[in-house]
């Protein structure tokens, strides 16, 4: 970003009221607590001001970076020069209406944590939504990347959503609409890059005893994976019929270390930070480990994360 679109984004970002830190450590929004410095990063906390933001990079010409919570983001130690939008402040309402005697709607803002949804689920024994256990992340962030389980997929349980097209356009788009695939949303209709805002959740009534006893089998199932450390999820999406975790603990890499990042003990399609680590480090392990599984196994290890 040149230095006059620099002057006009600070100067718009100022008139709209819309917040915004300057020379940010990125190792503050993701959850695995790695990154290096960015120029500018921006917080919209609602529609009006997400769609000023998206009319002055559209004024300026200029690109950017979406992150929700950096709950599957790999921020690189090279400095990052487009502006970043950060969700991480965004919409957390949270609404309930109800469709009929036994079907609820939960309108959820692209900013509310998965678990707060839960939470909601729980005390107002509403159900459906009980893979959302140890899930980390926003509606938002889960919708874009149809996060889920085995037992049942975010795609699953979607009414409908709304967003904003970089145009600054505001649409609601129905369920028939959406197209919802393995940690990936399509929307034919919508040609360029969007904002998810909202997400209508269909669920169903029940009782806060059955959603408990329902959230036990993830509770048990989530026991072996490392959830109290600083990690990025899952790293690689699963192939075909396969899980990702066993590949890579089949070729050795359960345990592996490098510098001070780590191949879960607990399971190993997930990347731990032991302190210190570098985002070198994390490239270096997911590259030797893509490598070896397809020299060794004649598979092929797609990444879920992102990296910026």
Do not use: W
Not at 18 to 42: H, Q, R
Request: one cysteine or more; hydrophobic letters at 40%; proline letters at 2%.
């Amino acid at each position: 970003m040149n230095k006059k679109k620099r002057i006009n984004l600070l100067s718009g970002l100022k008139e709209f009221e819309v917040e915004f830190l300057e020379n940010e450590e990125m190792s503050a929004y993701s959850s695995i607590k790695i990154g290096g410095l960015t120029d500018l990063i921006i917080f919209p906390k609602n529609e009006t001001e997400l769609i000023s933001v998206v009319n002055l990079l559209k004024a300026n010409l200029c690109g950017y970076y979406i992150i929700g919570r950096g709950t599957n983001i790999l921020f690189k130690d090279a400095r990052i020069s487009l502006p970043v939008i950060s969700f991480k402040k965004f919409n957390i309402s949270l609404s309930e209406n109800k469709k009929n005697e036994s079907e609820t709607i939960l309108e959820a803002g692209a900013g509310m944590s998965l678990s707060k949804i839960l939470n909601y689920a729980i005390k107002n024994g509403i159900g459906g939504c009980e893979f959302f256990y140890g899930i980390p992340g926003t509606a938002g962030g889960a919708v874009r990347m149809n996060a889920g389980s085995k037992e049942s997929i975010i795609g699953n349980i979607i009414d409908a959503i709304e967003i904003i097209t970089d145009e600054g356009i505001k649409h609601i788009i129905e369920k028939n609409d959406l197209k919802f695939s393995y940690r990936s949303l399509d929307i034919g209709a919508i040609k360029g890059n969007y904002f998810i805002t909202k997400a209508y959740l269909k669920l169903y009534k029940s009782s806060e005893s059955k959603v408990k006893e329902n959230i036990e089998v993830f509770k048990k199932r989530k026991s072996s994976q490392p959830l109290g450390e600083f990690s990025l999820g899952c790293i690689f999406k699963n192939p075909p019929d396969v899980s990702a975790g066993k590949i890579i603990e089949e070729i050795g890499f359960k345990g592996f270390s490098k510098g001070g990042a780590c191949v879960s003990e607990k399971h190993a399609n997930f990347i731990v930070n032991k302190g210190g680590a570098k985002p070198d480090d994390i490239m270096s392990l997911i590259k030797n480990i893509q490598e070896k599984a397809l020299s060794h196994k004649g598979i092929k290890l797609n990444t879920e994360i992102k990296i910026i």
